[in-house]
């Protein structure tokens, strides 16, 4: 998506025109260049002149209204040694949400030579909030810090034009090059490792491990996390939540009792039974008799529920995220593009694929799934289904008759009828329609949404959860008349007056309305008659556990630097001062604990077992930590293997901590006559 010219600013055309030409130098030789070692060339390959020299120091980081994900301020003097990797991107976008998996990819394959900063220059208003974009960090699982650019000025420094745009920075501060769009995992992946063989080998790469304080850091355990759509079935008195970051879906009665949990809970895409099948981020669902079809969004797969054997199996999609665009083809041979909400109407099944811009249907028991409207170009544009633009549907409803839908990126509510798309509230036709965004009730083409995620038909009226306005609006149809219903627009949990917190899905019976009240983890039901709403208990309903990988996070305590031994009396502790020697300017993270492990190789047992092992945490001030092992009350001799992890920033808040470990082997005598009983360590980066 691009930034429309308007909110380009001169001082960015300089250093934009620069940038150009090293954009051919980086991607126009990047993936074939004769003489170049690949990403997976050892050091002793790597070449004597630099693959991709920077021209230009690169910009700095100044100018950003607040860090998120981190415990301060970044700057690029922090990250020299480092390679940089800056990440423009908006939240609401579907391709800037693309590239988080590809991000995480290259973190994980270069832990120590890369950081990533994610750069949030916001489309709407609502996106310029912190408080929300640290909502979104959490949401989709970031790692690397964010600062919120809100006023564009980091953007304007860089000549920012589109979302997604990555840029790369070389561990000596130089700007190296950009590419805009999604799908370039394999490109960064083979650049960045060129330029780390480099680096290593001229000696100006820094592979010091760093640490950054994340959000997620802060969030306690919850029975909803995030959920994203919901169903209800009136007739079956049940209601189907996902559960989006928890990678589940929750079933409910329409009272809020729990009757079951499909999905373990962890990231994947097994089919199986309810406690062995899995999920990723999942969104809309729809029944269809005893069949629950879920939109499986990040696995970029359509699943089913038998509901009957509870068993849950995959019916398109190859669990590859689709890159080219195609109008047809098998269920299981052709790569679906994040699908976001579903509905059901003569046997048919819709799709609003958010990925290309487009609805998709499959008929039920048919192999094949196909577009059914949409050109794939993003714009909100009228006219026939093969001639229409959309703009990242997220939400689907239908009457029994037409089906309505609702273009987020272009903050529109539309309509598929009689073989056309025409926009019943929000801006159509004109351009620069994907900006013309607020929260204005009204009639038609002058009503003004803002990134609306769901969407329900109930008794002649559309019921629209205005998602960044945190708002629900209803809209008659016949009249595309307006009105703001539920949400008093303002953040929040009150349910009185009621306050929402960017709500994306909506589901109604006869007698309610529920809402997903997204960001405050909870499911609203809102009485249509009184319009008061209380929230859901769902007794029983727990957090899924995480996998024991997560759980066990132990140091290795094994040899390390030898120590003379000490003297300890037996039942006495050993008291074990650690000096840090930091870099000047550094101390001790005071966000991050310094952590301790023991273990010993004693006979006879002269060190206390109890304490091998565990992680502790130590007692600590700027620049040191205290340890204290206790002695058995056994005389003999015993060695003490002792490991120590902790985190250095610049005055002890900096927003890049780097990370260090040390370990040694300590001989220990104890006995009666012992004299010392304490002993002072040193640890160095």
């Not at 954009?23 to 991709?52: K, M, R, W």
């Not at 609702?406 to 900006?435: M, N």
Request: with cysteine; aromatic share 6%.
């Amino acid at each position: 998506m691009r930034v429309p010219a308007m909110r380009q600013r001169r001082d960015g055309m300089r250093f934009g025109l620069i940038s150009c030409v090293l954009i051919a130098l980086l991607f126009g030789a990047g993936l074939a260049v004769p003489g170049h070692c690949s990403a997976q060339d050892s050091e002793e390959n790597a070449p004597t002149e630099n693959p991709y020299p920077g021209r230009v120091p690169a910009p700095s980081l100044d100018g950003g209204l607040e860090w998120l994900n981190t415990s301060g301020p970044i700057s690029l003097r922090d990250l020299r040694g480092k390679v940089v990797l800056l990440d423009f991107w908006t939240y609401c976008c579907i391709n800037c949400i693309h590239v988080l998996p590809d991000l995480k990819y290259l973190e994980q394959k270069y832990p120590d030579e890369l950081v990533v900063i994610g750069v949030h220059a916001a489309k709407f208003d609502n996106e310029k909030e912190s408080e929300n974009i640290r909502e979104a960090i959490i949401r989709y699982e970031i790692e690397h810090p964010v600062v919120n650019d809100g006023s564009m000025t980091i953007a304007r420094k860089y000549g920012f034009s589109s979302w997604p745009t990555l840029m790369l920075i070389d561990p000596e501060g130089n700007f190296v090059g950009r590419q805009s769009g999604e799908g370039n995992r394999e490109l960064f992946d083979q650049v960045i490792g060129q330029m780390v063989n480099y680096h290593r080998s001229k000696g100006t790469l820094d592979e010091t491990p760093i640490k950054f304080h994340l959000e997620r850091q802060q969030e306690p355990a919850r029975e909803l996390n995030y959920p994203g759509k919901i169903h209800a079935d009136e007739a079956g008195n049940r209601l189907f939540i996902t559960d989006s970051n928890h990678n589940r879906i929750v079933v409910t009665t329409l009272d809020g009792d729990l009757i079951d949990v499909i999905g373990s809970g962890q990231i994947g895409a097994n089919d199986g039974d309810y406690k062995s099948a899995s999920f990723d981020h999942p969104q809309g669902t729809v029944l269809v008799g005893n069949t629950l079809y879920v939109a499986d969004t990040e696995n970029h797969l359509l699943r089913t529920v038998d509901l009957e054997k509870k068993q849950v199996s995959t019916l398109a999609g190859t669990g590859v995220q689709a890159r080219r665009r195609a109008n047809s083809g098998s269920l299981r041979e052709l790569p679906l593009n994040s699908p976001w909400a579903l509905e059901h109407l003569d046997g048919v099944l819709y799709i609003a694929m958010a990925g290309p811009h487009q609805l998709w249907k499959h008929d039920l028991g048919s192999e094949t799934i196909e577009v059914f409207a949409g050109t794939g170009r993003e714009d909100v544009i009228d006219g026939p289904l093969d001639a229409s633009a959309l703009a990242q549907p997220s939400a689907i409803t239908s009457d029994g008759e037409a089906l309505y839908f609702v273009d987020s990126e272009g903050s529109a509510v539309r309509e598929v009828r009689d073989g056309k798309v025409t926009t019943i509230v929000g801006p159509h036709d004109i351009r620069g329609a994907l900006f013309e965004f607020g929260d204005i009730d009204g009639v038609g083409d002058n009503v003004r949404l803002q990134h609306p995620i769901g969407l329900v038909y109930h008794d002649g009226m559309l019921y629209v959860a205005d998602t960044y306005n945190d708002r629900v609006k209803k809209i008659d149809i016949a009249s595309r008349e307006a009105k703001s219903w539920l949400g008093n627009g303002e953040r929040g949990e009150s349910l009185d007056p009621l306050q929402l917190n960017e709500p994306a899905g909506v589901a109604a019976t006869s007698e309610a309305l529920f809402v997903t009240d997204t960001n405050n983890h909870r499911i609203l039901k809102v009485n249509w008659q009184t319009g008061t709403a209380e929230a859901l208990k769902i007794e029983g309903l727990n957090p899924p556990q995480p996998p024991q990988s997560q759980q066990v996070v132990e140091l290795v305590t094994g040899p390390g630097e030898e120590l003379p031994a000490v003297n300890v009396k037996p039942g006495e502790m050993l008291n074990i001062t650690v000096q840090f020697d930091l870099p000047i300017g550094y101390k001790l993270n005071k966000l991050a604990p310094v952590i301790y492990q023991v273990g010993a190789k004693t006979t006879p047992s002269v060190i206390e077992a109890s304490v091998f092992g565990k992680r502790q945490q130590a007692a600590s001030d700027e620049i040191s930590a205290t340890v204290s092992v206790p002695m058995t009350g056994q005389e003999g001799q015993g060695t003490l293997g002792l490991a120590v992890s902790y985190q250095y920033c610049r005055d002890g808040i900096g927003g890049v901590c780097k990370a260090g470990e040390k370990k040694w082997t300590i001989p220990v005598n104890v006995s009666a006559d012992a004299a010392d009983e304490s002993i002072e360590v040193i640890a160095a980066p």
